[in-house]
């Protein structure tokens, strides 16, 4: 199964100010980038603490969330899961996905990239700067990448695509 | 005077793995827009971490390097600065410079944003990933960029210019 692994930021690499903040501040565009593709898919794999950003379970999808909670309460559309990233990438594969979007934060994009289980990286750059604030990962790596395309999607924001070369 | 603060960066927003980290991991593309901007301009402002990363001062160009010692070592192509920012930039305008180039580090590039003082940002996306590692900005700030240009310069390197609108 291909994970792509879906983000926007900052230009000085930040996709929220802090674990509670909503983004809002986000282009339209990427939001729809977003909703297509991992529509596509049919299946977001995130962590709790970005699913409980969001109003609601995005629709039309699988919310697949990494929880440490004991028994985190029954939601439609949502499949809690915890422990080693391949099983549940393996078990996302025996249900029939051919690919599934990894959507944050900086610790469940991490543990994917320390599992070596991101093939792609979609980026969409936007007009913002916030200094200090959440990363795309959390964890020390020196992983090589390959650029696939550079586009504008608004006068604004440009999406860089990557594969990941482990 | 024009202050466009250059910069090659991971994919992920950090400069550097550590303050001593030579960055050897960019591109030749990019270390040649950076040697041809700078010695149009004449002049590389930069914190005395980031010159200290460098094996001997930018030749043919103006080293100003901001440094908290007391009495730092005369060295030929480096004049040692301190204090407020505005006063150093109305001294390099007094000195007949038109436009400055701002080298980091993240200090540095977060004292001159916090100050105002940025007219461009000229980014360089490496196809890496560091994790954790320095960032482009210390510092807390919530600031709007226009892009000017999205360009390739080899197949996987992309240069960002932006405005910044304050």
Known sequence: MKVIMMMAMTLDGKIAKSSDHFPDWTSKEDKKLFAKTSKEAGVVI???????????????????????????????????????????????????????????????????????????????????????????????????LKLNSAEKINDNSVVLKYEVLY
Chains 1, 2 share one sequence.
């Open 46 to 144: 995130m962590g709790d603490k970005t699913f409980f950003t969001f109003p609601a379970p995005l629709k039309e999808r699988l919310n697949v969330v990494f929880s440490l909670e004991e028994k985190p309460k029954v939601i439609e559309g949502v499949k809690w899961v915890k422990g080693e990233p391949e099983i549940v990438v393996k078990e996302l594969e025996g249900l029939g996905y051919k690919s599934a979007i990894l959507g944050g934060g900086a610790f469940i994009n991490g543990l994917f990239l320390e599992h070596k289980l991101i093939n792609e990286i979609w980026i969409t750059v936007e007009p913002k700067l916030f200094g200090d604030g959440l990363p795309l990962f959390r964890g020390d790596f020196d992983v090589d």
